[in-house]
């Protein structure tokens, strides 16, 4: 799923890598991952952080919906703070107030574990899941995606940072089923990897969460006319009413611990979504004193986070003594409303700490859990809404029922279409015995009910959506071309996609138009079980999504079709530039009716060669150029020659295209 994430992967791993301090003795830093199954991008890490500081603009921090650009998450870290046997008082942070992913390196305060320690886990659940994306099905997996990783607070080059002594285990669950897929758990296990007890922890998530979009305010380029925001947003939380003032509790949710950020004035409406973060539990259970609460929620604006771990006194003020992080972890706090002259819901540009504790003892070798969620919604109601799911997945043990997975999708073109294909799955293998249940070749058509034991397909539903960017809950805007049921005297009965030549599913849509991008995703649901009481499952939506431009078939010689170029001319703000318009990282055209495997050279007029595209893809006749040199240099207004060459026949074709600016 979102292949054309994957290939930027590789460049975001050199960036971090080059920001990761003493890679020569840990050399495996986890600075690749982000959960694309449902509808949050999250980055996440092995470092004690997630959210990578919007370092690189082409994957996710904390997207939401996947693929809107639409950003709420700087960055994020757990921060844990304890008492030594020594009597020390120490605080552990992943993330911290900081400017940049560089400047935040130089503060966390987490190393990752080296490989023969802990291997990092990358599994799913679903059977059929693309191999591509790194995962491997595995029948311990609870969720779409599910990552462990492991991390400990020993950096020894670190300022003023002396080590608790402990070892984290972190497990990142990310659902596609629609009924899941608002939010992303971290489930944290904390372990005491010392020789002696440790006494009154606290655990915190802390976050400096900040939305907007990313098209219209651009947080990336420094020379951007219209840049990122941060101080146009508003914070907030929600808790049990016996605990927070009046007016921050949710009625019929008295567990609720969460804070908030949304954007205030929307953006221009594409930005109007809330981001949260709910604890959702911890065990053992927390033991605060008598009528202290169990969770504080702190709220400061940036570059206000305690400079020490503990009480120290004020530089500027002689004999003035400040809380250290330890102190705001444990002061019992809740950041809203106006309180002693601060508005804590003023417009600005704050972070979050959302603390539990304490702990009163961990032993030696012993290991607490604290678990959170990372959840968005379109709206205030959305968010609390979804974080009551993720409360109730949590209640149940990470148990979400699902239905049989989306088929893997394989796209061939023709002009002003889109042809779809995938494998139906089987219930036998070659020899004709029964594959095993969790078999992935079962699915979608043979795949069967964990509940039920029985086979539980039940059809298709394909749904297309035009533009690069989706702006909201993809089921609920994006077009649903198709719907399919197996004829069963269960439904609609209209029967599936017939079958190919090659014995996969196939569907074609047309009057579609060359060159605009369009979403695609083929959902498998299964009918209701009334024996059961089960309702209709299904897919998620992002388990197979795809994005496509519709044009020419590949040609294999010029008696089959002519190269060309569209729209030729080519004149800026075209509608082809998509609503970045004028910026020129926006721009696009294409050469269409190539070979399936060719190079694209472009020349100006004086002969210099101004661009090389190597064009590969079997069932593709058409590449695209942003209209960059080869040096990521603008190209000017003026008239162009091209040249295409068969790489495998080595027939060449020439061509001019004319640039209006």
């Not at 992080?325 to 508005?343: C, L, P, R, T």
Request: contains cysteine; proline residues 6%; charged residues 20%.
């Amino acid at each position: 799923m979102q292949s054309f994430r994957r290939l930027m992967k590789i460049i975001l791993v050199v960036c971090l890598l080059l920001a990761t301090e003493h890679q020569h003795v840990f050399a495996r830093p986890e600075v690749d991952k982000f959960t694309d199954a449902g509808l949050i991008g999250l980055f996440v890490t092995n470092l004690g952080y997630i959210g990578h500081s919007f370092s690189e603009p082409n994957m996710p921090s904390g997207e939401y919906p996947l693929n809107s650009n639409t950003e709420h998450l700087f960055k994020g870290g757990i921060w844990i703070g304890a008492v030594t046997a020594a009597g020390d008082t120490l605080v552990s942070t992943g993330a911290q107030d900081a400017a940049n992913l560089q400047e935040g390196d130089q503060s966390r305060e987490y190393n990752d574990l080296p490989e023969s320690i802990f291997k990092t886990k990358l599994w799913t659940n679903l059977q059929n899941f693309d191999p591509a994306d790194g995962f491997v099905y595995n029948s311990r997996a609870l969720a779409t995606q599910h990552f462990e990783f492991a991390f400990n607070d020993s950096r020894t080059d670190v300022t003023s940072h002396t080590a608790i002594g402990l070892k984290i285990i972190l497990r990142v669950l990310a659902w596609s089923s629609p009924f899941a897929d608002d939010f992303v758990i971290l489930d944290y296990t904390i372990i005491n990897d010392t020789n002696d007890i440790l006494t009154d922890l606290y655990v915190g998530m802390w976050t400096d969460t900040t939305v907007g979009n990313t098209e219209l305010r651009n947080p990336y380029d420094p020379q951007a006319d219209d840049r990122w925001d941060y101080y146009d947003d508003v914070n907030g939380g929600w808790g049990p009413e016996e605990w927070v003032p009046e007016g921050y509790s949710v009625e019929g949710d008295n567990r609720i611990w969460m804070m908030s950020e949304h954007d205030a004035d929307g953006d221009e409406g594409l930005a109007t979504s809330w981001i949260g973060v709910r604890l959702l539990g911890t065990k053992p259970d927390v033991e605060p004193d008598m009528d202290e609460p169990p969770v504080s929620y702190n709220s400061w604006t940036f570059r206000q986070v305690p400079n020490e771990d503990s009480t120290y006194e004020n530089p500027d003020v002689l004999g003035d003594f400040l809380p250290g992080k330890y102190q705001v972890m444990s002061n019992g706090f809740f950041a809203v409303g106006e309180i002693e002259g601060v508005d804590y819901g003023a417009t600005s540009n704050r972070s979050g700490l959302l603390t539990t504790g304490p702990f009163k003892f961990l032993a030696a070798q012993d290991s607490l859990k604290v678990t959170f969620a990372f959840v968005a919604g379109f709206d205030s109601l959305g968010l609390i809404a979804n974080s009551g799911v993720a409360q109730k997945a949590y209640d149940e043990g990470f148990t979400i029922l699902g239905g049989p997975p989306s088929p893997r999708l394989k796209f061939s073109y023709e002009s002003d279409s889109i042809i779809l294909r995938w494998a139906p799955g089987d219930s036998l293998d070659s020899s004709g015995d029964p594959l095993p249940k969790d078999d992935g070749a079962r699915s979608p058509e043979h795949h069967i009910s964990e509940v039920t034991g029985r086979e539980d397909f039940q059809g298709y539903r394909i749904f297309r959506y035009q533009g690069e960017s989706i702006s909201g809950n993809p089921e609920d805007i994006a077009t649903l071309v198709a719907e399919f049921d197996k004829i069963d005297g269960i439904g609609f009965d209209t029967g599936l996609p017939p079958l190919n030549s090659f014995g996969e599913r196939e569907y074609k849509d047309t009057d579609l138009l060359d060159g605009f991008p369009y979403w695609y995703s083929v959902i498998s649901f299964s009918a209701p079980d009334q024996e059961e009481g089960l309702p209709e499952f299904r897919s998620g939506f992002n388990e197979n999504s795809e994005l496509v431009y519709p044009g020419s078939a590949p040609f294999q010689s010029s008696s089959e079709g002519t190269i060309g170029v569209y729209p030729n001319p080519y004149r800026a703000g075209s509608l082809f530039d998509g609503r970045l318009g004028e910026q020129e990282l926006s721009r696009k055209i294409w050469f269409t009716g190539l070979p399936a495997r060719c190079q694209i050279q472009v020349f100006s007029l004086v002969g210099e060669l101004v661009k090389t595209i190597d064009h590969d893809e079997p069932t593709s006749g058409q590449h695209s150029w942003n209209l960059l040199t080869n040096f990521d240099r603008v190209i000017a207004s003026g008239l162009y020659i091209y040249v295409v060459k068969n790489s495998d026949t080595g027939e060449i074709q020439r061509g001019k295209l004319v640039i209006i600016k």
